[in-house]
């Protein structure tokens, strides 16, 4: 079947959304979030697609595309000597990345309409150039179209954070920027020196160009490109010390960016950790997991034990994701099918989950004025629905049995227990904190003492329900029926694992 095309449209099909609120009038309100909402559905509607195309067992090597674009010629040769291809496909880890970005996407876009309150046309004009970033990064094939969607999502964040976000937030956005501007660098010259060694930036090329011991690259030039990799993506994901410009995202971002943030940019640090620095350089990958799972572990530690002093509730919220996210490279480390499967798992889990809370973070300081925790206590009497959906969203992030926060963290911890059983011991001590500071932060919200009255204060109402319902049973059904996931990343684990050797 010719779905070549599909995969095109389906990352660039946000851009008919731009076109038609550029004639918009910016006074235009509802017309406006009307358009911006509707132009995240073309993806979203492909992205189901393409998961049912895999379910019903047809080949996801259909959507794949290859164009010749870029060509670097000498003086007098008519061979180009570098050629850069428009490279897009989809394996199934990307697959599911893309579903879980155009689905976020959507929901974002609801949120937006919600708390959004001023300069409409600009703020959906950046948020859908910001998806086709997300989505572009998910499907490049080759590292020069993955980096230019890299850059193409550092732009609308910087202006989203800065233009529409809290007290703060051009302190906020110009940490992002600074920091995953320095990330970017650092990977624009990983994939110069790969481009010039091997005359390719094609990923499977240079997987199977790295497999050979006669590649042009020494082990030592290898290692060094696999630690600029995991400093670049460590900054995205993020990895202590490198987390600082995070928190004051998550605190001074608007809650639909956050979603965004949150739940689809940390997780191209994961990304690109487990495609480019597991899959180009495996060996190497294999001789630093030590000090990766050592960093997996003070990343959920560190975290954790933050999260457990905070008074505000992003805060705690952004500290757990900074510990979250150390179960990623926990998973990662540990090199086996459990472990990584783990890590994935953590990926989509952990977007879904944060996706919900800091929504429903939005909601509360929308209806209250704060989110710190004190003045939030007994909740549950003024908005019982809210309280019972924060309630849900926290039990699902501290890993309870039957959500999918417990699947991927007894994965990951298991593939670990089997490699370095100590690490994973001292490890565990952050699944104890992340279950004390959730309850703590949580229990307290909902039933906590309470100081103040919530008499007149609206629960969750009308179209509030969609985010909250849709990313609740996605939860669900990935804790009680996990193959919605593990189905699709079969192949793409069985490559991770022939390329350790497994």
Known sequence: MNLHSVLSFLVFSPLLGIIVLAFLPKTSEKRIKLVG?????PALLLALAAYLHFQWGKDLADFAVSKAWIQFRGMNVQEPIYSVYYELGLSGFQLLLVVLTAIVATLSAIAAARFVKKEWKGYFMLFLLLEIGMLGVFTAENLILFFIFFEVTLIPTFFLIGKWGYFEKEKAAYSFLIYNGLGSAVLLIVIMILFAKTGTTNIDLLTQIMADPSAP??????????ISLLIAFGVKLPIFPLHSWMLKVHVQAPPSVVMIHSGILLKIGAYGLIRFGMGIFPEQFETLATIIAILGVINLLYGAFLAFIQTDFKMVLA???ISHMG????????LNEAGVQGAIFQVVSHGLISALLFFLVGIIYERTDTSLMENLGGMAKG?????????????ASLGLPGMSGFVSEFMAFLGLFKELPWIAAVGTIGIIMTAAYLLRAVLGITYGKSHREFTGVLDLKGVEFVPVVVLMVLIVLIGVYPSVLSSPLQTTLETIMIGLGG
């Open 37 to 41: 909402f509707l132009a995240t559905l």
């Open 217 to 226: 690259l020494s082990s030592d030039l290898k290692l060094g490109l696999l």
């Open 319 to 321: 500290y757990s994701s």
């Open 327 to 334: 179960i990623v490279l926990i998973g990662l480390a540990a």
């Open 383 to 395: 908005m019982p629905i809210a309280a019972g959906f924060l309630l849900a969203g926290g039990m």
